[in-house]
């Protein structure tokens, strides 16, 4: 996905890391919220006509609401979706989850308003519209995508099933999928909507394109590398450049754009610019 490098490159230093940690801070606060006043769900909730009266604040309150359910169950949930959004993170690289995640946060809100303006267009009663778009989306379906990631990821890899039975991930998202399916056919359209927007970066991530393909081994263990290589102190060039390409020889003072790599196939402490990261000849000792 080349344009998915070109916005690396560009804004990958804004990505905001253990960004399943935040999602899992949000999920508390609301539930926290919600057993100290049950009715402070219906101002969080996403509404298109409240917001668009003015309670904006609606675009972003709504990943606070918490699922319907036991301190326990928020528990596990917690517990599961942070090993396995962290999981995700560490083998995507940051700016790609966090891409994944707001994307499917965006989808959804941008469904919200599209159903909102269906069902003005029908004559839907204003109250009703909110009531049933607040409670249609939800973060439950932000989860779902985030598990069948996983699952895509690492299909082989096996989850305790009630804490005794082993299952593949890869026949959990089977199932999930199945069950998805059954709810998109037997719903109405505004579930509907909510089900293909709010799963819509996982359609575009793994159904729309070839590139987007689950990292092999070699390449995880080359961006740990990468990563281990800048943590360390780096040579300092002239002018005060801490990168210089071992191809052409441009530093970033050249070009604030320029970004740098180290090639793992190379036998020794080189590192290239991204022009020259996959066209230079392998350095070797011998």
Not at 72 to 92: H, K, N, V
Not at 179 to 188: C, K, P, R, S
Request: hydrophobic fraction near 45%; charge should be positive.
């Amino acid at each position: 996905m080349n344009w998915l490098n070109k916005m690396e490159r560009k804004w990958g230093r804004y990505a905001v890391p253990n960004l399943m940690l935040w999602l899992i801070g949000a999920y508390s606060i609301g539930y926290i919220l919600f057993q100290a006043n049950p009715a402070i769900i219906e101002y969080l909730m996403l509404s298109p006509y409240h917001i668009l009266h003015g309670q904006v604040w609606r675009l972003v309150t709504w990943i606070f609401m918490p699922s319907m359910g036991s301190l326990f169950s928020l528990l596990i949930m917690a517990l599961l979706y942070y090993q396995l959004g962290s999981a995700l993170e560490r083998t995507w690289g940051t700016f790609r989850f966090n891409v994944y995640i707001f994307s499917g946060m965006i989808f959804t809100v941008i469904g919200a308003f599209i159903l909102y303006g269906i069902m003005c267009l029908l004559g839907g009663g204003v109250t009703m519209s909110a009531m049933l778009l607040g409670y249609g989306f939800s973060t439950n379906y932000i989860n779902l995508s985030i598990f069948l990631a996983f699952a895509v990821t690492y299909p082989e890899m096996q989850l305790l099933l009630m804490y005794i039975i082993p299952v593949k991930m890869k026949w959990m998202a089977v199932i999930y999928a199945i069950l998805t399916v059954a709810q998109f056919i037997e719903g109405n359209w505004a579930s509907r909507i909510a089900i293909v927007m709010s799963l819509l970066n996982f359609i575009i991530f793994f159904l729309s394109t070839r590139d987007v393909k689950r990292y092999s081994p070699h390449e995880v263990k080359r961006r740990q590398q990468f990563k281990s290589q800048m943590s360390r102190p780096q040579n300092s060039y002239a002018g005060g450049a801490h990168h210089k390409c071992a191809v052409c020889g441009r530093t970033e003072l050249d070009d604030p754009t320029l970004e740098f790599r180290f090639c793992s196939k190379c036998e020794g402490n080189y590192e290239y610019c991204q022009d020259h990261l996959f066209t230079h000849q392998h350095m070797r000792r011998s």
